[in-house]
Structure formats: structure tokens, C-alpha cells
């Protein structure tokens, strides 16, 4: 549920101007998830959502794109226990994911600074991974079975 909802969070705050938790929070009511100001303020922590200008000039919240970030152990976390498949086809990597988590892994993914990586797109429960070259897939899919490897660490 904790990974469905931040994934719901994701989504929220890039098609919508959210400038407040008590906005986040009433957004995610109308989506199903009930959730208090605590749990609200403990996902915005472990996803590091920034507050940005937004063309209409209020601050909002989101998803903070600093390359100088490392992998968190947060995102590992949910990038372990949502994968369920990778698979490559010439430069694409294709990432199946449990239901409503394609957007938390492809965080993840945006957020680890691999390189060759061009892009991702998330749907629901696939993503895909736009790869420079066909040479540097298998290096990808290395690092992604070490980072699906023993999820209980």
C-alpha cells in the first residue's frame, strides 16, 4: 500500500500544482488513500520532494531532479520489492513492476545517475528505459539484478 500511494504521490505532483500537504493529502482522499499529516510528511521525506517555482508563481511540490543526489536506500527499497521482470530488446529495457508501481521504479531508475540511460517512461505496471546503445544494455541489466538481489538487506 506505502508503495502503491507514493507512487499515487509521484503522479499527483506532476500533473497537478500542490503547494501544501493539506492539498496533497485531500488529492489522495479522492484517489482512495487515507492518510494523516504524519504519513504525508514521512512520504514527501523518503521520496525528497522539493518545493519548486511553478509558472503560475506559487512554490509546489516536486520531484527533485539534482543529479548531485545519490541512490537512496529508500529508492532501492522500492525498486526491490516492486520489480518483477526486466527484460532488453536492442536498446530498450523493459521493466514489469507490481500494479501501480512503474512510476516509483522509474523514480528510482531517473534518480541512480546510471550511465548510457537516455530516458524512462512509466505506465503502470511497465516501464521502459530508452538505452544510448545496444552495447551497454547487458551493463544495465547487471546493475539492476545486483539491485534487485537479496531485498531483505
Known amino acids: 500500500m506505502r508503495y502503491s500511494r507514493q507512487n499515487k504521490i509521484i503522479e499527483i ?5 500542490v503547494d501544501t500537504q493539506e492539498k496533497l493529502a ?13 504519513t504525508i510528511s514521512r512520504d514527501i521525506k523518503e521520496l525528497q520532494l522539493v518545493k519548486t517555482l511553478s509558472s503560475s508563481g506559487k512554490y509546489k511540490y516536486a520531484v527533485n ?15 526491490r520489492q516492486t520489480v518483477v521482470s526486466v527484460d532488453s530488446a536492442e536498446n530498450l529495457i523493459i521493466v514489469k513492476t507490481l500494479s501501480g508501481c512503474a512510476n516509483a521504479a522509474g523514480e528510482a ?3 541512480s545517475r546510471m550511465s548510457h540511460i537516455k530516458g524512462s517512461i512509466a505506465g503502470d505496471n511497465t516501464l521502459l528505459i530508452i538505452v544510448d546503445e545496444k552495447a551497454n544494455v547487458p551493463a544495465i541489466l547487471q546493475e539492476f539484478s545486483y539491485l534487485m ?3 531483505a538487506k
Request: charged letters at 30%.
Open 109 to 111: 531508475i531517473d534518480t
Open 149 to 151: 538481489k537479496d531485498s
Open 26 to 38: 485531500s488529492l489522495l482522499k479522492e484517489q482512495g488513500f487515507e492518510v494523516t499529516q504524519a
Open 65 to 79: 531532479t539534482s543529479s548531485d543526489l545519490p541512490l537512496t536506500d529508500r529508492f532501492v527499497k522500492i525498486f
Open 13 to 17: 505532483i506532476n500533473n497537478n500544482e
